[in-house]
């Protein structure tokens, strides 16, 4: 996939973050990309940790690889998205016997109250200017003392990319174009400065547990050599993944 930056205002009917309109090819870059197959995917459920016999509502569950990997685990998993062509992707890979909603992240969510042991929201906050409704929804169908395990734009990369004279303390639109499959697609994303994250979290009734930049997944730099070549540590900046629980 090529990210390029949105250098002039985007042109009538373009719609940002149109994922019904490159949900195949999204697919199969996430298969075996950097950012998502050997980062961003197996951080997540690193995190979850055992969850063999828990409920787990995927958040935004796209084409479903990180409810695939939690049910194989042993979860019993569930999801939403806004996408209907990531749905159908999603009902291909995990089959009919998994509840998957077509539901908006910051809108009433079609699950009942405590319904759930843990909720992964893996790289989908970023898309809120607002996380109010979204954490308090998220909050609702978790047990008590459940957990919210999840990821987002890291703050200070976001700050380091932007362009000069950036206010870091603003909660900020940016937006890129996502070229895949020879198509370009407008993507809109919404940065905030890592103490309106963290003060979301709380406001909204959860503890945190853990903030995490973890390393990429084994074999990772033997996979993509020329990206660690001046990378002694084998790490990188890019996401901010976190652990919350339910106060």
């Not at 000069?164 to 940016?174: E, H, I, L, Q």
Request: contains cysteine.
């Amino acid at each position: 996939m090529v990210v390029s930056p949105v250098e002039a205002p985007p042109g009538p009917g373009e719609r940002a973050n149109d994922y019904n309109s490159f949900a195949e090819a999204y697919e199969a870059e996430n298969e075996t990309s950097l950012l998502n197959a050997y980062y961003a995917h197996p951080a997540i459920v690193d995190l979850a940790g055992d969850v063999a016999g828990r409920r787990i509502l995927d958040a935004g569950c796209g084409a479903g690889p990180v409810a695939a990997d939690l049910r194989e685990r042993g979860a019993v998993v569930a999801g939403f998205d806004s996408s209907a062509g990531m749905l159908e992707l999603a009902r291909q890979r995990l089959g009919d016997d998994v509840v998957l909603e077509r539901a908006e992240l910051g809108g009433p969510l079609p699950f009942a109250d405590a319904d759930f042991d843990d909720v992964v929201a893996s790289l989908v906050l970023h898309y809120l200017e607002d996380w109010t409704t979204a954490l308090a929804e998220l909050r609702r169908v978790l047990k008590p003392g459940g957990r919210l395990i999840g990821s987002v734009h890291h703050p200070f990369i976001q700050h380091m990319t932007a362009p000069p004279g950036t206010d870091y303390f603003a909660t900020r639109s940016t937006s890129q174009w996502w070229e895949l499959g020879g198509t370009k697609h407008l993507m809109t994303f919404w940065d905030r400065p890592l103490h309106a994250i963290t003060d979301a979290f709380t406001a909204a009734g959860f503890r945190i547990d853990v903030i995490s930049e973890p390393a990429p997944g084994p074999g990772t730099r033997e996979r993509f050599p020329e990206v660690f070549e001046q990378k002694e540590s084998g790490r990188f900046l890019c996401f901010l993944f976190f652990v919350l629980t339910k106060a």
